[in-house]
């Protein structure tokens, strides 16, 4: 079967390839297998799909002390018109935000889960992100646990590792001007 002319990378568009209503892969594996093929080749461009495709956001491991970096980035992306839930047990308020115990508390569905939890506590945290539906899980920096992230993947999730959500959006904002 000819599906007509190959792309010659992947994204470039491709007339006829596959025929329209077709897909390459049969559903179920066609969003994890597209994910895959995009962290693999780009992490940056992971990036830049997931702040293109987010407006809200939970917070987890958001603190109410200024001088933390998870205080830090949820000023700069509440300022940029975000919307960002503070989820920590331990805190009732972060920057007029109430702040949920966990993820489940949340009020609606949410596009990102950005962690500022350290590496082994990032596994629960996945298992928490596919059950509140959410579609992609960031790992702000240092935060690497390569076992959460295929988790993730599986459940067909982008995942970003040891990136930080405040640079990647800024440097986009300035790409784009």
């Not at 949820?74 to 920057?95: A, D």
């Not at 596919?130 to 899980?137: C, R």
Request: with cysteine; aromatic share 8%.
């Amino acid at each position: 079967m000819d599906f007509g002319p190959r792309p010659c990378r992947f994204g470039a568009p491709a007339i006829g390839y596959p025929p329209e209503g077709e897909r390459l892969f049969p559903a179920p594996f066609q969003p994890p297998y597209a994910n895959l093929l995009i962290e693999a080749m780009n992490p940056v461009e992971t990036s830049r799909r997931i702040l293109a495709a987010t407006t809200r956001i939970a917070l987890v491991g958001a603190s109410d002390r200024p001088e933390r970096d998870s205080h830090r980035v949820m000023q700069y992306l509440l300022r940029q018109g975000f919307q960002v839930f503070p989820v920590n047990p331990n805190v009732t308020e972060v920057l007029g935000q109430a702040c949920a115990g966990r993820l489940a508390d949340l009020p609606g569905p949410i596009d990102t889960v950005l962690c500022f939890r350290r590496s082994e506590y990032i596994e629960p945290l996945a298992e928490e992100t596919i059950a509140a539906g959410a579609k992609h899980l960031w790992m702000q920096f240092g935060v690497v646990n390569e076992r959460a992230a295929q988790k993730v993947r599986d459940a067909g999730l982008l995942v970003v590792m040891d990136r930080c959500m405040m640079l990647d959006h800024r440097r986009f904002a300035t790409l784009a001007k």
